[in-house]
């Protein structure tokens, strides 16, 4: 396994502040890091997983479905597709279960729309369209399209300089989850750095979610991909203080 993360303090810290969380789609992408990075201390977030989805029977349905980013042969109750009801939850699955399942004639404009939209919409497309290709599922598209999915990420980014924001942080992460990384300034990855919280996440606790005075699992998640890929990528700060 890997061992440069605990070299660096930063990603260290992030590790440590993530590690004992019992939050189940933060044990999701743990996994997705692990599988990428190989950290140690992601290791068995499968099997946390499943140890926590009694503790959440009103969400134990989208739990389920979500189950296979750990288990390609997860099996799904009939009426847990039903709960699949958010958009952005709906592009993944959809994803997540092409090669099973197929996708949608209408698909290609669906992420087209999402696209459009921009923000949580955008990001969440971009992800989708990474799983898709992952499942080796086939997917015609405009031409343009993959350019234009990965300009509006990356504007997401770019649209004020000196702000960062949970969406934000996801734009930057599912760029470099992409193998864009090139899309993303390094100047915002020194803001990032930067205002990491004394606890080693980012952002805040949403209400009656974690220590309410503590930093948010999601920015926290986010922040950890962007800088593993900065870290294990050997990205060089270029000319314009952009990665390549």
């Not at 921009?118 to 350019?147: K, M, P, Q």
């Not at 989850?177 to 990032?192: E, K, N, P």
């Amino acid at each position: 396994m890997p061992t440069e993360p605990a070299r660096n303090p930063i990603v260290a810290k992030t590790i440590d502040f993530l590690k004992h969380t019992r939050e189940p789609y933060a044990l999701l992408f743990m996994h997705v890091i692990h599988r990428r990075f190989g950290i140690e201390e992601f290791a068995d977030c499968g099997k946390r997983y499943d140890a926590v989805l009694p503790d959440h029977p009103d969400r134990a349905p989208v739990l389920r479905v979500f189950r296979r980013i750990f288990d390609s042969g997860n099996p799904v109750e009939p009426d847990d597709w039903e709960h699949i009801e958010l958009p952005t939850d709906r592009l993944l699955v959809s994803a997540l279960y092409c090669d099973r399942l197929g996708l949608p004639k209408s698909f290609p404009e669906v992420l087209e729309r999402a696209i459009r939209q921009g923000g949580y919409a955008a990001t969440h497309a971009l992800l989708s369209w990474l799983w898709i290709r992952e499942n080796g599922c086939e997917l015609v598209v405009t031409n343009g399209f993959i350019e234009r999915m990965y300009e509006a990420v990356a504007g997401i980014v770019d649209e004020d300089p000196t702000s960062i924001n949970d969406v934000k942080l996801e734009a930057a992460a599912f760029l470099c989850l992409a193998r864009q990384s090139a899309r993303v300034d390094f100047g915002f990855v020194r803001r990032v750095i930067a205002i990491q919280n004394e606890d080693g996440g980012w952002g805040r606790a949403a209400d009656g979610s974690g220590d309410p005075g503590g930093s948010s699992w999601h920015s926290t998640i986010l922040a950890l991909m962007l800088l593993l890929h900065v870290k294990f990528e050997n990205l060089q700060v270029a000319a314009g203080q952009q990665f390549v």
